[in-house]
């Protein structure tokens, strides 16, 4: 598929209101995105877990206006006119524009809400743009003249929602997302995410992640920012090259469940995350003093209980605590016991690998 593909041929457009709701999960990347060209495209591939627990609902409703060059919506977060998201998805739709041509015939009304708090630390972007795409491909197919295929339907929705926020490309469908090209995954792509195509040893069904809260404040430097700050950094090359390379390690260890070298792999993901930022220019550090308290704590324990215990990280100071089904019980212990203490006001959410998005 190519850009073109996703501009539709005809749209009978007869709808005059509805409304559609769909709830989308967040996900979590092994394979970390960092550094982006023009148009959201990737500098490398990723992959990611998808969540459950973690999830935006969104309900769009539509109602016909005279065609003219605005857009015209209204957002609400949890019931409450919400004027602050109104610039993020005014440029979303200009992105958009050309792959939904109805949209400047209809005034949206835009009502969402997250399982998460809002001020959780975890980003919304990626679970908020894929429901927001999805409620809008629901519009299209309904105006569509000709039957549109879930498969199509999916790819756009993921389209789409990369040019919202990259990572959501990876938040409709799951378990595992890989989203930018790689050579040894066929049909992977820049421009969407799609279901990982390759075996899946049983090791990785039903994996956990528990997230801990390290920090609910907003972040210092966005994920937009960030992003920006790989142009021109010194090792940006050699990331590019080693987050293909990652990848490539990763399609064996799903294969034959290797828990130890997909922890190595996972955990130099995360650590070369925040390398990167702290050897931007401007530098920044997104980790709390918690942060490093709880990995130091997660090394010990792996070590000692010899178990396939691990932690990934966002653009933030949270931890994602993964660990396998078969040692769910033990690590939830220790988790409970010892790294739950280092949570802002002990907070934490229980999450696992998901399916992905649901219509409501
Ligand atoms: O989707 P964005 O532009 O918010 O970037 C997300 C980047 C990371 O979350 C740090 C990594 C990733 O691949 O999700």
Redesign the pocket.
Known sequence: MIEQDFIPKSLKNTLDKGSFTWSTPSNI?LV???GKKEHQIPENP?I?FTLDACRTTTTLSFSRKDFNEHFSFEVFLDGKQKDDFKLKIETFFKHIDIYLPFLKNYHFKIETSNTFPHSSGI?S??SGMSALALCLMSVERSSNEAEMTDEYFNQKASFLARLG????SRSIEGDLIVWGKHDKITGSSDLYGIKYPLEVHQNFKNYHDTILLVDKGEKQVS??VG?KLMHGHPFAQERFTQAHHNLSRLIDVFKVGDLKTFIEIIESEALT?HAMMMTSLPYFVLMKPNTLEIINKIWSFRKEAGLHVCFTL??GANVHVLYPESEAEKVFEFIQNELVAYCQNGHYICDRIGFGAKQL
Not at 165 to 168: V, Y
């Open positions: 990347a970390k995105y960092w990723s990611s980003a972007s990626a926020s990259g990572s959501a994920s937009t992003h995350l966002d653009a």
